[in-house]
């Protein structure tokens, strides 16, 4: 079964600085997909990046970048120069490949962001 | 940008009661996806829809609980009778193709008294 980790419950950051939030997963399926959401206070869940398991490069999204390293296992979310805004839950999820597709979560990171 | 749309934000329920949850999804998305929450707990998938018929559910997703896309645009989750452990956020999904993410609605906090 597929499973995804993440081991930090909270992480306080000052402002401006740049944060790695952990995410490693376990899967025996040689095509996966790996996503990050953000959920602020208010509850919904907003889409940031995606990394495909072929791909040869890391995603980028402005600020967001992953660092997927295959062999590691592992998908870390890079937030450069984090905002005050950018405080809220982390949640790393993958996403199976074969029948529905439905996503995996982890348990979240709370992140902080000090001003 | 289109959005997920689900509705009530906040439904508030008498244990027993059968409550249904509405969404709209991406009007050009095809795959469509239900995920409870349970206060600050993980995410959690309770079933897919695809080609009008369920694809996947999980073992949460047991008889108490329907889905149904009754038009082009609608699609219900339904809780027949409804318990205290059901109280979560209850998130709709949904994305056009297999390799695309999927797009969130803002969720509907449910609340069993």
């Known amino acids: 079964a597929q499973k995804i980790t993440q081991t930090q419950p909270g992480m306080f950051v000052q402002e401006k600085e740049a944060v790695t939030l952990d995410c490693t997963y376990d899967?025996?399926?040689?095509?996966?997909?790996l996503f990050w959401y953000k959920q602020p206070s208010s509850g919904e869940m907003i889409f940031l990046i995606y990394?495909?398991?072929?791909?040869?490069q890391n995603a980028t999204e402005g600020r967001y970048s992953l660092n997927f390293q295959k062999a590691r296992k592992s998908a870390n979310l890079v937030i450069s120069a984090s905002q005050l805004g950018d405080s809220a839950m982390y949640f790393c999820?993958?996403?199976?490949?074969?029948?529905?597709?439905?996503?995996?979560f982890g348990q979240g990171t709370r992140l902080t962001i000090n001003p | 940008e289109p959005e997920v749309t689900q509705t009530p934000s906040h439904q508030v329920t008498q244990m027993g009661q059968e409550v249904i949850l509405r969404c709209v999804p991406i009007?050009?998305?095809?795959?469509f996806y239900w995920y409870r929450q349970i206060l600050g707990q993980k995410v959690e998938f309770l079933v897919s829809?695809?080609?009008?018929?369920?694809?996947?559910k999980s073992e949460i997703f047991d008889d108490q609980f329907s889905v149904e896309r009754p038009d082009g645009s609608n699609f219900t989750l339904k809780i027949r009778s409804t318990k205290l452990e059901d109280s979560a956020m209850y998130f709709c999904?949904?994305?056009?193709?297999?390799?695309?993410?999927?797009?969130f609605g803002d969720g509907t906090r449910l609340s069993i008294l």
């Open positions: 829809f695809y080609n009008n018929e369920i694809s996947e």
């Open positions: 990394q495909g398991s072929y791909d040869q």
């Open positions: 999904a949904s994305k056009r193709e297999v390799e695309q993410p999927q797009h």
């Open positions: 899967t025996s399926d040689p095509s996966y997909g």
């Open positions: 009007s050009n998305h095809l795959y």
């Open positions: 999820a993958m996403r199976e490949a074969q029948g529905a597709q439905k996503l995996v």
